[in-house]
Each structure stands twice: as structure tokens, then as C-alpha cells.
Nanobody
Framework: VQLQASGGGLVQAGGSLRLSCATSGRTASEDDMAWFRQAPGLEREFVAAISRWSPATVADSVKGRFTVSRDYAKNTLYLQMNSPKSEDTGVYYC????????????????????WGPGTQVTVSS
């Protein structure tokens, strides 16, 4: 299983940016996938998760600004970041787990088996 995130970079506060995460594998379309992020000196935190089995879950800190989506035919996960703030700066990781995850567990990093290398997002104010 491989995951490769892309689309990171420098964005102005209030602008927009879209991250992509391409994955592979026979069961890719059946698995839960998520975005996490990590700022310097802080722990990795949940951003959003999605699967074909249940509605998307989005962290309160980004709700109303970020949208998670998937193209199941292309095995690609997306994160549309609108109106980013300086506190959204960090390395964004995509993650995947074989099969389904109980909705209440989706925000837990430890339940995800596979991780991509991350892409840096820097929001300038």
C-alpha cells in the first residue's frame, strides 16, 4: 500500500489550497482514509476522514472551512482548504486503514495502518 500526498505549499490566510493523496491497492476504494496534520512541537492531530460507508467526519477546528472528498475511481483523497489561518500551518499526512473504522474512532491516529510521507502547508498572515 502506498500513499502520496501533494498540493502543499505557501498560501495566504484567507486564500485556498487543495491537497491530494493518491493511493493504490486492490481494496483502496473500500478502506477508510483520513487527513492528519502536525505543527512543529505539537502532536499529530486529526483533520478529517471519509469512507464510502459513512458521512465525512471533520474536526471542529476546520469545520466550515475545509472539505474532505474522494474520487473512488481514481483512488484519490482530497482536502479542500478554504480560508486557511496561520494556525493551520503544518505537515499534512494522509492515512488509510484496511476496511471500516467505527465513526467514533476515526480521529485516532493509532487506528490507521498506512501513512504517506506528508506535505508541508504554510499559511502566511
Amino acid at each position: 500500500v502506498q500513499l502520496q500526498a501533494s498540493g502543499g505549499g505557501l498560501v495566504q490566510a484567507g486564500g485556498s489550497l487543495r491537497l491530494s493523496c493518491a493511493t493504490s491497492g486492490r481494496t483502496a476504494s473500500e478502506d477508510d482514509m483520513a487527513w492528519f496534520r502536525q505543527a512543529p512541537g505539537l502532536e499529530r492531530e486529526f483533520v478529517a476522514a471519509i469512507s464510502r460507508w459513512s458521512p465525512a467526519t471533520v474536526a471542529d477546528s476546520v469545520k466550515g472551512r475545509f472539505t474532505v472528498s474522494r474520487d473512488y475511481a481514481k483512488n484519490t483523497l482530497y482536502l479542500q482548504m478554504n480560508s486557511p489561518k496561520s494556525e493551520d500551518t503544518g505537515v499534512y499526512y494522509c492515512a488509510r486503514r484496511s476496511g471500516r473504522i467505527i465513526t467514533s474512532f476515526r480521529s485516532r491516529a493509532e487506528v490507521y495502518e498506512f501513512w504517506g510521507p506528508g506535505t508541508q502547508v504554510t499559511v502566511s498572515s
